[in-house]
């Protein structure tokens, strides 16, 4: 007899019963966030940061005591400078984290003592900055910009006039520029004239502002113009001006919260 086997499928299908589903109760939470710009009474308070290392803190070392100030303490008012050593050649302003200020300016642009005869006269001399001992850092004009809104700013200079000579003029070479964070668009004012290995920005005695620094929206945190060597800051006086004796005047740095024109 011939054996058959019958092989049979087993086929399962398998579908899923949707449930009826119904809210018993729906109830929300509410959720809220407060900005507050970061000044005046309870901001955080900031020293300026190393011109050509802008977030690494000035050293310890420039402050007479060997550590930087207390801020907490009410003594130390916002922008104004506090005590430095005479080698560091900056004025050190600390303000809020929130707010647009000068954080550095150079103390004085000191151009020594000079012996002057009928020939000096005749032609005019240029004298180069100097020091007793090496700074103990750069020369700078630090601006911090803490706010979050997008302002364009810029920053003029002014030489007054010195009383006695006139025509004087003080030239600056080869500022060097700085910002904090990627995408600032810190630049040199229009008052430089460029060249494509230096620099030259010259500020005449009595002679009206200039733009110096140039910062677009994105210019936050602490941006700086530096100069490299004490002698990249001259001054110039016209044959016919030189006078015996001390002579001084004032650069006046003027920080405005437009853009340059």
Avoid: C
Avoid at 3 to 10: D, G, W
Avoid at 32 to 37: H, N, P, R, T
Avoid at 75 to 92: C, F, H, R, S
Avoid at 179 to 198: D, F, P, R, S, V
Wanted: charged content about 20%; overall charge negative.
């Amino acid at each position: 007899m011939k054996n058959i086997k019958l092989y049979s499928a087993l086929a399962l299908s398998l579908v899923a019963v949707s449930a009826v589903t119904t809210v018993a109760s729906a109830e929300s939470t509410k959720s809220s966030v407060e900005l507050v710009a970061d000044t005046g009474v309870g901001g955080t308070k900031i020293l300026p940061t190393i011109p050509e290392n802008l977030g690494t803190d000035l050293p310890d070392t420039i402050y007479p005591t060997g550590k930087k100030p207390d801020l907490t303490d009410p003594a130390i008012l916002m922008n104004k400078a506090v005590t430095t050593n005479a080698d560091y050649p900056n004025e050190v302003i600390p303000g809020y984290a929130g707010d647009l200020y000068f954080s550095l300016i150079p103390k004085e642009f000191n151009f020594g003592s000079h012996k002057v005869s009928a020939a000096n006269q005749q032609t005019g001399m240029t004298y180069k900055q100097e020091s007793a001992a090496p700074f103990a850092g750069k020369q700078a004009v630090e601006v911090h910009d803490g706010r979050i809104t997008d302002n364009d700013w810029h920053v003029e200079a002014d030489l007054g006039a010195l009383p006695t000579i006139k025509g004087a003029s003080i030239t600056f070479t080869n500022t060097k520029v700085n910002t904090e964070y990627t995408g600032g668009a810190i630049k040199l004012g229009n008052g430089h004239t460029l060249a494509a290995t230096t620099n030259t920005f010259t500020l005449t005695e009595n002679g009206g502002a200039k733009n110096f620094l140039s910062a677009g929206a994105q210019s936050k945190g602490d941006n700086a113009a530096y100069w490299n060597a004490m002698d990249d800051v001259e001054i110039s006086i016209p044959a016919g001006s030189l006078k015996v004796g001390t002579h001084t005047a004032d650069v006046t740095w003027t920080l405005t919260n437009t853009p340059e024109k």
